[in-house]
């Protein structure tokens, strides 16, 4: 079955640049997907489709994906931008696919 | 606005069946894909499964198959998730999510774009 592996976490200052990694087989070839989730809430969709962004969601939030590896990027984070993210990709034996997610901290 | 507005949660023993709903509103119910997310407590999210009203297509994760039941009435725009028999591990939030489709390359890619506030179902004896 089709996986994708996060960092458990990751930790920025604020106004810095966080990345977050998604690693998967062949992911490039697939469209990723990214999700943050803060505590007791649903899940937001902050990046579709590798890089696009839904509306509303900031243009510090960007994405991209090649080879096996898909990134989120976050430009000069914010304290509320503190929160779990989710990467997401859809394999045609697996189906949906979920990272493990990662715990974004801003210090 | 599109809205996914889910039931309430539920406690329930293990054994007892079990069904949940969520009811879209602000778009063509059967022109999209809805599905349904598990979150157990403390953990990530995990992929369930999917169906497509417009003519009752279902799409299970491995993991979920034979263990879950999704259906839809696209009369009154509602899907539903179903146990016949809970266990103790199937304690969780669940989401009701809508599904888009996206085809690059000729393969069709799926992503959740709105979800519901979840359902929060407890098993326990």
């Known amino acids: 079955s089709y996986e994708l592996t996060q960092p458990p976490s990751v930790s920025v200052s604020p106004g810095q640049t966080a990345s977050i990694t998604c690693s998967g087989d062949?992911?490039?070839?697939?469209?990723a997907s990214w999700y943050q989730q803060k505590p007791g809430q649903s899940p937001v969709l902050v990046i579709y489709q590798d890089n696009k962004r839904p509306s509303g969601i900031p243009e510090r939030f960007s994405g991209s994906n090649s080879g096996n590896t898909a990134t989120l990027t976050i430009s000069e984070t914010q304290a509320m931008d503190e929160a779990d993210y989710y990467c997401?990709?859809?394999?045609?034996?697996?189906?949906?696919?979920f990272g493990g997610g990662t715990k974004l901290t801003v210090l | 606005e599109v809205q996914l507005v889910q039931s309430g949660a539920e406690v329930k023993k293990p054994g007892e069946s079990l069904k949940i709903s969520c009811k879209g509103s602000?778009?063509?119910?059967?022109?999209?894909?809805i599905g349904w997310v598990r979150q157990m407590p403390g953990k990530g999210l995990e992929w369930v499964g999917m169906?497509?009203?417009?003519?009752?297509?279902?799409r299970y994760s491995p993991s979920f198959q034979g263990q879950v039941t999704i259906s839809a009435d696209k009369s009154i725009s509602t899907a539903y998730l179903q146990w016949s028999s809970l266990k103790a591990p199937d304690t969780a939030m669940y989401y009701c999510a809508r599904h888009r489709a996206i085809t690059v390359a000729g393969s069709t890619h799926y992503y959740i774009d709105v979800w519901g506030k979840g359902t929060t179902v407890t098993v326990s004896s």
């Open positions: 602000g778009y063509t119910f059967i022109t999209y894909w």
């Open positions: 997401q990709a859809w394999d045609s034996t697996t189906a949906s696919v």
């Open positions: 062949k992911l490039g070839d697939k469209c």
């Open positions: 169906i497509y009203p417009g003519d009752s297509d279902t």
